[in-house]
T-cell receptor, first 111, second 110 residues
Framework: DVKVTQSSRYLVKRTGEKVFLECVQDMDHENMFWYRQDPGLGLRLIYFSYDVKMKEKGDIPEGYSVSREKKERFSLILESASTNQTSMYLC??????????FGQGTRLTVV | SQQGEEDPQALSIQEGENATMNCSYKTSINNLQWYRQNSGRGLVHLILIRSNEREKHSGRLRVTLDTSKKSSSLLITASRAADTASYFCATDGSNYQLIWGAGTKLIIKP
């Protein structure tokens, strides 16, 4: 059974903290994605990676960075968490032109 | 990027009825995909239809694609309470990204 695993389902962090969200996939997929999902705004792409050490900015990269040192792992970093980054974060992976597989989501609250 | 628009934004029907959701998009595509999201969870892929296909079935799901109108529809027949979820379309274009619609929230009343 294919799997995308996000390190946490729920996370509470303080303003100004550096936050790491980890995502691991076991399908040897080239492409990995980080989205945030807010009510009424749908899925918005933060960053994606099409290969190891390769990354591209999505629609809302400000305040975020990513790391992909190994093919199976794609990390999202909030350099200095702010309350407007409270959201649901979704990681996905896929082979180009095929379906995407999603993790279970991380609901991050920044207080 | 959000290029898809889904219609309706919300739909509430009785169990056993059919549910139809529509998706419109703007650019050329390789394929169009439909996903389901249960409350507070990740998305699950339902069906993929390629640009040279017009209709596809999977169990109680029927998807149509009209590339001349840049639109797709998802029909769920004989709905069940477990179908209550949000449904998203996503288009797969010429780059690595999927472009997402805003979603339709479906509620099945018992």
């Amino acid at each position: 059974d294919v799997k995308v695993t996000q390190s946490s389902r729920y996370l509470v962090k303080r303003t100004g903290e550096k936050v790491f969200l980890e995502c691991v996939q076991d399908m040897d997929h080239e492409n990995m994605f980080w989205y945030r999902q807010d009510p009424g705004l749908g899925l918005r792409l933060i960053y994606f990676s099409y290969d190891v050490k390769m990354k591209e900015k999505g629609d809302i990269p400000e305040g975020y960075s990513v790391s992909r040192e190994k093919k199976e792992r794609f990390s999202l970093i909030l350099e200095s968490a702010s309350t407007n980054q409270t959201s649901m974060y979704l990681c996905a992976s896929r082979v180009p032109t095929t379906e995407a597989f999603f993790g279970q989501g991380t609901r991050l609250t920044v207080v | 990027s959000q290029q898809g628009e889904e219609d309706p934004q919300a739909l509430s029907i009785q169990e056993g009825e059919n549910a139809t959701m529509n998706c419109s998009y703007k650019t050329s595509i390789n394929n169009l995909q439909w996903y389901r999201q249960n409350s507070g969870r990740g998305l699950v892929h339902l069906i993929l239809i390629r640009s040279n296909e017009r209709e596809k079935h999977s169990g109680r799901l029927r998807v149509t694609l009209d590339t001349s109108k840049k639109s797709s529809s998802l029909l769920i027949t004989a709905s069940r309470a477990a179908d209550t979820a949000s449904y998203f379309c996503a288009t797969d274009g010429s780059n690595y990204q999927l472009i997402w619609g805003a979603g339709t929230k479906l509620i099945i009343k018992p």
